[in-house]
């Protein structure tokens, strides 16, 4: 039962995140200051692939070569137990 209660929990939250992406953006396009940016990045297995126009993009990189390396990381690290 309670993993029940925490499926709809989780499922909640997610509605109302994106109800709130939703409420900010209508926000931000109603103030007509908006500057439009965007920046992400896939992980491919260990390989990153990194893509936007912020300036935040070279540490979203360099988190997704730490992510990589900790990847590989743990799988030698099982892979000799």
């Given at each position: 039962m309670k993993g029940g209660l925490l499926i709809i929990?989780?499922?909640a939250m997610?509605?109302?995140g994106f109800f709130l992406v939703f409420i900010g953006t209508?926000?931000?396009a109603a103030s007509g200051e908006a500057e439009v940016e965007?920046?992400?990045v896939i992980m491919i297995g260990p390989i990153p692939i990194v893509?936007?126009?912020?300036?935040?993009?070279t540490l979203a990189m360099?988190?997704?070569i730490i992510l990589m390396l900790l990847w590989?990381?743990?799988?030698l690290l099982n892979r000799r137990v």
């Open positions: 929990a989780g499922i997610i509605f109302i209508l926000m931000t965007s920046g992400g893509f936007g126009t912020q300036r935040g993009v360099i988190l997704a590989i990381f743990t799988a």
